[in-house]
């Protein structure tokens, strides 16, 4: 290294930084070692075999990936598990009818018999983790194109996958890519098919505030659903069965009642989903210019249609709730994500970084690499734009979508053809689909640039003249449209199914997005992954030669890994400070019978006048429910188990504050806050709300 970039860097370091700062950062449970003296300096008890061990039981035995997309942890000796309720929510509402309405009234099993089974729904506990960097570079060169060094990664990585999936029974394998490629790892799973539903507070303290409220501090959600594992009698994976038994843990999470304080050591074990910590400021720019702020305009119009409808029926707030919950999700946070990236200057405080990075690479072979992404991000801005809209207006129509996915299945003779048919009317209203059919594909008409529009969609505009016409038309003369008409359907009318407005709808748009934006996206993608590999290990050279090798962490990927920092409030803006508690007091405060987010149970109000808490109460007095921490966490965290010092479990995470969701892209220690669920609060609603003492004394209370 020459001296003046040695001098470049140990100068500008400090200043601009994309490393680890604070308690920012998603480390890799095998890694920990790497950090536990940190740890430690906060106030962690246990040691690093303490977290992840594949020797002996650890921390990473009572910790499951659940249903693909959330985390929960299991806290009995019997497997019975916790999750956040927006992570159950889609299999309380399958269960849920008019007659038998769990979302608005909960559901509690008093015994064994009565847990409910959820078909789809597995979970599955990480049996170990192995760095398989160099077996999976096996033959690669830098003789071979990007493409076919592509082949060949893919190639090893499916024989990888094979050879750890045929050494038990039940075993799932996946290796994932971290730091863009410059490293492989293994991951080994148990994956566990029968997952019955244990319990489930009303929609009115499991979603209290709702769309309202998510996202925002202070929050008194009581985010939680119950579940059990079970398995057949070796204690193995095994599907649904009567005979199957309650799964029988390596480890789980004893539970701290004992209460939190500010400033109180705080460790998060979860799968956080996807992160872009280490993006170039082209990419940080088109997000928050371009892609943020469309999707929340085409879902805006979307959740306003869909909120009407819900408004004005049971039935419909049912059919509706879990997909206007998913549609609101990503439309809030994108808001959040996109206001702090403006707030705190992201794309110019990278700026400033890559100009460090580029002084310093000078003369080395990472020179030029920063205008290299940029001219990339300029080549794939449209494509990047296309794909957003795509997905928002196109893929959004339900009626295309199912009757594509259904004719596909009915081609290829699919067993679940029936039950998806099933699953889709159950849940579908004609006229809701109709106006954001309308509301969306006008979106599309106007926004889209006539040259990237589909051959298809414009002559559909000519032949009808407006988008609303063409909706009346599809709607009324598709087949789909109409549950009685498909159920008649066989192979025998493959024809008329490939004909049907619906589906000439859902194919024309995807051959239009396959043949004419996928490709290029991709070739460009491809290019910007290659670039971001060589910049990547010139970013942990840069590091490395100024000290600070150990605070680089990958890039969340739904793969297990360890956050800690601890309980603090936080200054969103001047003059106000966010104390990192709240309490039932204030649910009382919120409670409104005219607003169905906010009116609450009469238990619950009966309770509070009485004061009768039992022994779930802070110093004060007060029922705790939530608490904030600076635990850098992402979606996929959701139902993560949140731990003390001494490895015990205080809450459940379940959302962050809207000032800090740009921690995705990144992290500000001063605004960037994780909300939980204070596992008192559990507790309290189990015994007071539930009348389920059974599940509490299944548990082992720290007192």
């Known amino acids: 290294m020459k001296l003046k970039n040695l001098i470049i860097c140990c100068t500008i370091m400090a200043a601009a930084s994309p490393i680890a700062r604070a308690d920012e950062g998603m480390w890799l449970p095998s890694l920990i070692a790497n950090r536990i003296d940190d740890m430690h300096s906060k106030g962690f008890r246990l040691d690093a075999k303490d977290i992840y061990n594949i020797n002996e039981a650890s921390l990473k035995d009572a910790v499951v990936l659940f249903g693909g997309g959330c985390t929960g942890e299991i806290v009995s000796a019997e497997g019975l598990l916790l999750t956040n309720h927006h992570c159950g929510y889609s299999y309380i509402q399958s269960h849920s009818s008019v007659e038998h309405d769990y979302l608005r009234d909960g559901f509690w099993a008093m015994n064994r018999s009565e847990e409910l089974p959820n078909p789809g729904l597995k979970v599955r506990i990480l049996e170990r983790m ?9 033959g690669c060169s830098d003789e071979l194109s990007a493409e076919e060094n592509g082949k060949v990664t893919s190639e090893n990585i499916k024989a990888i996958v094979k050879e750890a999936e045929a050494a038990g029974k039940g075993l799932k394998a996946t290796v994932e890519s971290m730091y863009y490629g410059n490293q492989y790892f293994l991951f080994i799973y148990k994956e566990y098919s029968d997952i019955r539903m244990v319990g489930a507070p009303p929609s009115s303290i499991g979603k209290f505030g709702g769309d309202t409220d998510n996202w925002v501090w202070p929050r008194h959600t009581g985010d939680f659903s119950m579940f059990r594992i079970y398995a057949d009698k070796d204690n193995n994976p095994a599907e649904y069965s009567i005979d199957n038994v309650p799964y ?45 702020p469309s999707k929340i305009h085409l879902r805006t119009l979307r959740l306003n249609i869909i909120k009407r409808y819900m408004d004005s029926s049971q039935k419909i707030r049912i059919q509706y709730s879990s997909k206007y919950a998913s549609i609101s999700n990503a439309w809030k946070k994108w ?65 295309a979508s199912f009757a594509n996915r259904y004719t596909s299945m009915i081609e290829e003779g699919s067993p679940d053809a029936s039950s998806t048919l099933e699953k889709f009317y159950k849940d ?105 590999k060589d910049y990547m290990r010139g970013q942990m050279e840069y590091a490395k030669v100024c000290g600070k090798s150990n605070d680089f962490y990958p890039d969340a990927n739904l793969t297990l890994r360890v956050a800690y920092g601890h309980v603090e409030g936080y200054s969103p803006a001047d003059g106000v400070y966010y104390t990192p508690s709240s309490t039932l007091k204030g649910i009382i405060e919120k409670d409104n019978p005219e607003i169905f987010d906010y009116n609450i149970p009469q238990i619950l109000r009966d309770i509070y006048a009485s004061g009768d808490f039992g ?36 809450g459940i995470n379940f959302d962050r504050v809207w000032e800090g969701t740009m921690s995705d892209i990144a992290f500000d220690p001063d605004r ?22 059974h599940l509490i004394e299944e548990m082992t209370i720290i007192r």
């Not at 705080?266 to 720019?285: A, K, N, Q, R, W």
């Not at 400033?352 to 030029?368: D, H, I, L, R």
């Not at 802070?618 to 010092?645: E, M, R, Y």
């Not at 960037?672 to 003492?693: H, M, Q, W």
């Open 130 to 138: 192995d760095n398989v960097t160099s077996a999976v570079l096996k």
């Open 248 to 292: 029988q843990p390596k480890k789980y999470f004893k539970i701290a009642a004992t209460g939190i304080q500010e400033g109180d050591f705080t460790f998060i074990y979860g799968f956080p989903g996807s992160t872009l910590e280490y993006i170039h400021s082209s990419e940080v720019d088109y997000i928050q210019n371009i892609g943020d």
């Open 335 to 399: 808001q959040g994500e996109e206001m702090g990236l403006r707030k705190n200057k992201t794309s110019d405080r990278k700026r400033k970084e890559e100009a460090a990075f580029s002084a310093w690479a000078e003369g080395t072979e990472y020179q030029g690499i920063c205008d290299k992404l940029a001219a990339l991000y300029k080549e794939l801005e449209p494509y990047a734009f296309m794909t957003d809209y795509y997905n928002e207006t196109a893929r959004s129509i339900e009626l």
């Open 428 to 532: 579908w209203q004609k006229e809701i689909d109709k106006e954001c059919f309308m509301a969306v594909m006008e979106e599309f008409r106007k926004n889209v640039q006539e040259n990237f529009q589909p051959d298809y969609f414009k002559s559909m505009i000519s032949e009808y003249g407006d988008v609303s016409a063409w909706a009346e038309s599809l709607f009324s003369s598709s087949l789909f449209a109409c549950e009685s008409s498909v159920k008649g359907m066989d192979i025998n009318s493959l024809q008329i199914m490939k004909s049907d407005p619906a589906v000439v709808f859902a194919r024309s748009f995807q051959q239009w997005y396959n043949t004419g934006i996928l490709p290029q996206a991709r070739r460009i993608k491809a290019e910007i992954r290659a670039a971001y």
């Open 615 to 650: 022994s779930w109460t802070d110093a004060n007095g007060q029922v705790p429910v939530c608490f904030l921490a600076t635990n850098h966490t992402t979606g996929g965290n959701s139902g993560s188990p949140v731990i003390n010092a001494e490895g015990n479990l205080i």
């Open 672 to 693: 960037c806050r994780n909300i939980s669920l204070d596992i008192r609060y559990v507790l309290f609603t189990l015994e007071k709300i539930a009348g389920a003492p």
